[in-house]
Nanobody
């Protein structure tokens, strides 16, 4: 089985920084995409940042210029550096990976358990 374990959430003030990390472990042949999603109370889960196998990154508009996603393919890890945090960034942040467990297998989606980020004004 595959596990995604996040760390780094917490309570910060507006303008502060946080770094989230996620490590994927288990039977992994190749991870195509690694991403961070978030879900605020009463809202749908949204993609925050995604990095593909080549390291190309995509961000939701509200975090562009403030958040940076990075991945280490050798270690199967992904991080999200968050700068200039705003109260509207408050949410549970989920690590996501789209991967193959074997060379002949299908691409499947996996999720971490989530880590809370709270930004006070």
């Amino acid at each position: 089985q595959v596990q995604l374990v996040e760390s780094g959430g917490g309570l910060v003030q507006a303008g502060d920084s946080l770094r989230l990390s996620c490590a994927a472990s288990g039977m992994i042949f190749r991870i195509n995409d690694m991403a961070w999603y978030r879900q605020a109370p009463g809202k749908q889960r949204e993609m925050v940042a995604l990095a593909n196998l080549d390291g190309d990154a995509d961000y939701t508009d509200s975090v562009k210029g403030r958040f940076t996603i990075s991945r280490d393919n050798a270690k199967n890890t992904v991080s999200l550096q968050m700068l200039s945090l705003k109260p509207e960034d408050t949410a549970v942040y989920y690590c996501f990976a789209r991967l193959m467990t074997t060379s002949w297998g299908l691409l499947r989606n996996y999720w971490g358990q989530g880590t809370q980020v709270t930004v006070s004004s």
